[in-house]
């Protein structure tokens, strides 16, 4: 079974753009979750989406959101970019019901 | 608040010696523990987990028991490798629908041959 997959694994932005961040679950996996890593904060959580709503949301400004498609690949998009939000984006599936989440290699996002 | 504490590292060991990471935790109910390794250049991978007090995770050589008294799920594991070298998280998920994941802020190993 193939695992979670991230696109794309690297992206250089400038401040002020915005960017959208793709995530494929591991087949039959509907709960997605999102999470940014630094090294200062550590790994903190974004949201978490399950059925195509949002089940749970960190505390991140609005400029972070996503959204989760019918097929269960989730989406996330930070507009507005700015240097603090270079960070490692990490996305995870769980099966519903089962404890664990399942990790992608996620997304090295660089604002310069 | 829910939250993690691991010890700080690095944690520097030779091959074959004793490993020990300790974890507490402070939450309400009864969260579910992990330990999650992460590589270089590599997500999180899920290294074990326990469920509710007492359990006991194992995994690779790792265990890590589930003390709700000392509110603790330190990672122990008898003989390292150099293959053992990464960074170790522990992590708390409440009860409830939800999968959230609070971390601590991880614990680097490294071992030396």
């Known amino acids: 079974k193939a695992g979670v997959t991230q696109t794309p694994r690297y992206l250089i932005k400038t401040r002020g753009q915005q960017v959208t961040l793709s995530c494929s679950p591991i087949s039959g996996h509907r709960s997605v979750s999102w999470y940014q890593q630094t090294p200062g904060q550590g790994l903190q959580f974004l949201f978490e989406?399950?059925?195509?709503?949002?089940?749970n949301k960190g505390n991140f400004p609005g400029r972070f959101s996503g959204r989760q498609f019918s097929n269960s690949r989730s989406e996330m998009n930070v507009s507005t970019l700015e240097l603090g939000d270079s960070a490692l984006y990490l996305c995870a599936s769980s099966l519903d019901g089962a404890v664990g989440q399942f990790f992608g290699p996620g997304t090295r996002l660089t604002v310069l | 608040g829910n939250s993690v504490t691991q010890m700080e590292g690095p944690v520097t060991l030779s091959e074959e010696a004793f490993l020990t990471i300790n974890c507490t935790y402070t939450a309400t109910g009864y969260p579910s523990l992990f330990w999650y390794v992460q590589y270089p250049g590599e997500g999180l991978q899920l290294l074990l987990k326990?469920?509710?007090?007492?359990d006991k995770g194992s995994n690779k050589g790792f265990e890590a028991t589930y003390r709700k008294e000392t509110t603790s799920f330190h990672l122990e594991k008898g003989s390292v490798q150099v293959s053992d070298s990464a960074v170790y998280f522990c992590?708390?998920?409440?009860?409830?629908?939800?999968?959230?994941?609070?971390f601590g802020k991880g614990t680097k190993l490294t071992v030396n041959p």
């Open positions: 989406y399950f059925s195509e709503t949002q089940r």
């Open positions: 326990a469920t509710k007090a007492d």
């Open positions: 992590a708390l998920r409440l009860q409830g629908g939800s999968e959230k994941l609070v």
